[in-house]
């Protein structure tokens, strides 16, 4: 079945530095959406990149979606401890219409 | 969008015991999901909630296990029954307003089985 595979699982920066996590399709992704979920909390949805090549921002936040729309990236500029958590990318195509997760970048800020 | 209210939002439980989770969410809306979520780790689908028919099973969950209720378009319960300490995790619901569109999620309920 479909995968959605996501790198790194962990990472962990001072604060000010970037940081970015990439998530790979086993197939060709009619769209892909990102998940923000900090500690304790529940995913929330930050954006859905559906063309090919589309680039969208978001303050610091900067998500692509590959020319193939099988990979796609979230580049934060600059962190900051406020975007501490989990960062989830998700695919459709779940056997029953549900979104398949990548496992997750956990993200940790150093201030 | 969508506003999930979840609960209980946390409880431990004793092994051989069910609990019931309770899904109500502000509009009517088609596709439910339940999601388990170990510690650390992503979201698995446990089964899609159907209103009027039974739900949808994943491999790997059975319905003895995991029965679940969706009496109406803004509600649905799972129940996790006769516990173990394996079924300790956070137990999330889900909806989507259609398909390819946003999930929106209820704020979990952390279990812990002792």
């Known amino acids: 079945g479909q995968q959605v595979m996501q790198i790194p699982q962990y990472q962990h920066v001072q604060e000010g530095e970037d940081f970015t996590t990439y998530c790979n399709s086993s197939?060709?992704?009619?769209?892909i959406q990102w998940y923000k979920q900090r500690p304790g909390g529940h995913p929330v949805f930050l954006i859905q990149?559906?063309?090919?090549?589309e680039v969208k921002k978001q303050k610091r936040l900067t998500f692509q979606f590959g020319e193939a729309k099988k990979n796609s990236s979230l580049h934060i500029t600059a962190t900051q401890t406020t975007d501490v958590g989990t960062y989830f990318c998700?695919?459709?195509?779940?056997?029953?219409?549900?979104?398949?997760f990548g496992k997750g970048t956990k993200l940790s800020v150093k201030p | 969008s969508a506003v999930i209210s979840q609960k209980p939002s946390r409880d431990i439980c004793q092994r051989g015991t069910s609990l019931t989770i309770q899904c109500q969410v502000d509009?009517?809306?088609?596709?439910m999901f339940w999601y388990r979520q170990q510690p650390g780790q992503s979201l698995t689908l446990i089964a899609t909630?159907?209103?009027?028919?039974?739900?949808?099973?994943e491999s790997g969950f059975v319905i003895d296990k995991f029965p679940i209720s969706r009496p109406n378009l803004t509600f649905s319960t799972l129940t996790v029954s006769n516990m173990s300490p394996e079924d300790s995790s956070i137990y999330l619901c889900?909806?989507?307003?259609?398909?390819?569109?946003?999930?929106?999620f209820g704020q979990g309920t952390r279990l812990t089985v002792v």
């Open positions: 889900s909806v989507e307003q259609g398909v390819n569109t946003e999930a929106f």
């Open positions: 197939t060709t992704l009619s769209n």
């Open positions: 990149l559906v063309k090919s090549g």
């Open positions: 998700a695919g459709p195509g779940g056997s029953q219409g549900n979104l398949i």
């Open positions: 509009s009517q809306v088609t596709m």
């Open positions: 909630a159907n209103q009027g028919s039974e739900a949808t099973y």
